[in-house]
């Protein structure tokens, strides 16, 4: 895992003591809430229904033991016992009190953590695939270049006022499961018949009001220039980008109006400026921070099989546990979506739970989805047993990963001031429906994604199944959508029809389930793959007739 | 329909609704507002102690107030996921 140097650690120093002033000069009353809020907001602190939130960055997901066991302490200390892990791999805490805030950001800074740029309209945090390090399938590992964006993009002077809000994805696999598609910027790192390593550079992707898919604005970048053709896009954007209308600000906007190939050829342009500046880092400073990043240290003796005479045991394996690319090892998926729970919230003692199971099992590492659930990305195959039975003890041993109930919600009007609708009570309720894990696992793969209002922090858009909640004059109600994925073959969900009340959407989905269990082609064919053969018509036939 | 007077405290973000003569973490304490409301809410912005002052519509009567749209029920009795957090003074089940 990287590690904090002297510059990085001078950095948050002062920028906490900074915002420590800022907020002591607000409790003073020195400056007004007008004049605080854009500072608090780019500290990662919002005003919610209930209280202040703290928005807390989690670089590409990934945590040390001791980082996790902070954020179990941040919630115990100064909030109420509990987190909740987001879809861009950052936690919430959903109480936190100003007067107490200079303390918390204190204990945070101690473990090379932060809240900045978890907000305001800058360069957010920089989001990877959760199995980085550990999938077969990669060419390497993509958070090295992660972290040279979080250098590259932490309080960059130029990008700190862009005309909106930037959202950064890096993958290193054919398999997406970092949706980078739908990112301003996506990144795929891949390897060149020469065996050099190179990204294919997507852009203009994105969710919330105009759901686009990013389009590949250069096929091939070599990876030691990579940082100069992201500013070079980031400069276009931001001399281009529209500040007249936050709602047409994004740089997909602005990639849609001049088209991809005049997008690509003014970037191509301004790269051309920059590239012989030495704006690059160095190759000294890839391999330091490469070296940061290098395996621990696999057993090569590990046993490569599995006791799974257990037969809850091998039910989560088959759900939650994958290939890793060391014999020996296996990836573990630690659902955050248990019976009855909250998509994404864990308690402090599950939080500290899980950390000292990633100390005990998992070389001390944990990551965080975009789906809201957590991963131990090294684990060998002789100790998941133990560590399923650590899990459980918490309640934290769902085997439900990519099923019905695995579904992400964002904190909707149960806590958000952007919302509409409530999310996490239709999520709740659509889970019940299907609580039985049999029913679940016969259905099989299905994405169901749920969004508070349009801004789409619930990811609907790319939900096999999407809900967004609106609001019907003053009361809640919700839209359907079909057909989304945030996976390598990316699509949008479309709406099927007219919209429903809180109850009315779970019968909806149910009648969906049904129809799809009626008309898929087999036992693997999923509901995405049995929506993309259909069409809609016979779906929306199967809700709203009759 | 009556009017109440809510907003968030500075300090620690707490929703808090106006008595008539200091604020209450619990809507059953509210006091309704008539045409004072206003120039009263313009008095709490200049102050700068309370956060997001607004006047919501409600029904019911003094003690018993019910926020006409969920978002305010959903802050008047806390999350409605979280019983356990709920304020006291409003059931969540009335979300």
């Known amino acids: 895992m990287y590690r904090y140097d002297q510059y990085d650690q001078a950095i948050v120093d002062a920028r906490v003591a900074e915002f420590k002033d800022q907020v002591a000069r607000r409790l003073r009353n020195e400056i007004t809430e007008d004049q605080f809020k854009p500072l608090r907001l780019m500290n990662g602190l919002y005003l919610q229904l209930h209280a202040y939130m703290l928005r807390v960055a ?13 954020l179990a302490h941040i919630a115990r200390k100064y909030d109420r016992d509990y987190g909740h892990f987001t879809t861009r791999q950052n936690i919430q805490y959903n109480w936190i009190k100003l007067e107490q805030f200079a303390d918390l950001l204190d204990d945070l800074s101690k473990v090379e953590m932060h809240a900045f740029q978890t907000s305001g309209n800058c360069i957010r945090n920089i ?4 199995f980085a390090g550990a999938a077969a399938d990669e060419v390497a590992d993509p958070r090295p270049y992660a972290e040279l964006l979080r250098q590259w993009s932490t309080l960059h002077p130029e990008f700190s006022f862009l005309p909106r809000k930037f959202k950064i994805a890096v993958i290193a696999s054919d398999t997406d499961r970092a949706a980078i598609q739908l990112h301003d910027i996506g990144l795929q790192l891949r390897r060149n018949d020469a065996g050099e390593l190179g990204f294919r550079v997507y852009v203009g992707g994105g969710m919330g009001r105009t759901p686009v898919i990013g389009s590949v604005v250069r096929d091939w970048i070599p990876v030691g220039q990579f940082l100069s053709y992201s500013e070079a896009i980031l400069r276009v954007y931001n001399r281009y980008g529209r500040r007249d209308n936050i709602y047409k600000a994004r740089i997909k906007i602005l990639v849609n109006e001049l088209g991809i190939e005049e997008f690509s050829r003014q970037v191509e342009a301004e790269w051309a400026e920059l590239a012989p500046l030495g704006l690059d880092a160095p190759q000294a400073e890839y391999d330091r921070i490469i070296a940061q990043f290098a395996p621990p240290a696999f057993d090569p003796a590990a046993p490569d099989d599995l006791d799974l005479s257990d037969p809850d045991f091998a039910v989560w394996v088959s759900q939650n546990v994958h290939p890793h690319k ?5 990836i573990a998926t630690i659902s955050l979506k248990p019976k009855r729970g909250i998509p ?8 500290d739970a899980v950390a000292d199971l990633a100390t005990r099992y998992a070389h001390d590492e944990i990551r965080v989805t975009h789906s809201q659930n957590l991963v131990l990305a090294h684990v ?5 047993y133990a560590l399923w039975q650590g899990l459980d003890a918490v309640g934290l041993a769902t085997p439900n990963l990519d099923l019905v109930s695995d579904i992400i919600a964002c904190p909707g009007m149960d806590y958000c001031t952007l919302a509409n609708a409530r999310s996490i009570p239709i999520a709740q309720k659509i889970a019940a429906k299907f609580e039985d894990l049999e029913t679940q696992r016969d259905i099989g793969e299905l994405k169901i994604k749920v969004s508070g209002c349009i801004n789409g922090c619930g990811h609907h858009h790319a939900g096999h199944i999407g809900i967004l909640g609106v609001d019907k004059k003053g009361e809640e109600a919700y839209q359907l ?18 919209g429903f009340d809180e109850n009315g959407i779970v019968v909806a989905v149910e009648k969906l389930i049904a129809f799809y269990r009626g008309a898929r082609s087999g036992p693997d064919e999923r509901f995405l793959d049995t929506y993309r053969r259909l069409g809609p018509a016979p779906f929306k036939d199967a809700v709203y007739a009759g | 329909m009556p009017r109440i007077l809510t907003g968030n405290r500075l300090e620690t973000g707490d929703v808090l609704w106006w008595t008539g003569t200091d604020w209450s973490p619990l809507i059953r304490d509210a006091v309704a507002i008539g045409d004072e ?28 107030w019910l926020p006409t749209t969920t978002r305010e029920r959903v802050r008047a009795s806390g999350p409605s996921v979280r019983a356990d957090l709920a304020r006291g003074s409003l059931s969540t089940e009335v979300i």
């Open chain 1, 58 to 70: 989690i670089p590409y997901g990934t945590l040390s033991g001791t980082q996790m066991r902070m």
């Open chain 1, 127 to 130: 989001s990877s695939d959760q």
């Open chain 1, 326 to 330: 060391a014999p020996g090892y296996a």
């Open chain 1, 344 to 351: 994404g919230d864990a308690s402090s003692a599950q939080i």
């Open chain 1, 380 to 384: 060998k195959k002789a100790d998941l």
């Open chain 1, 481 to 498: 959508l079909l057909g989304g994925s945030g996976a390598e073959d990316t699509s949008l969900a479309k709406i099927l029809g007219p």
């Open chain 2, 37 to 64: 409301g206003e120039a009263l809410v313009a008095q709490l912005v200049a102050a700068e102690r309370i956060n997001d002052p607004a006047l919501i519509d409600v029904t019911g009567e003094p003690g018993h």
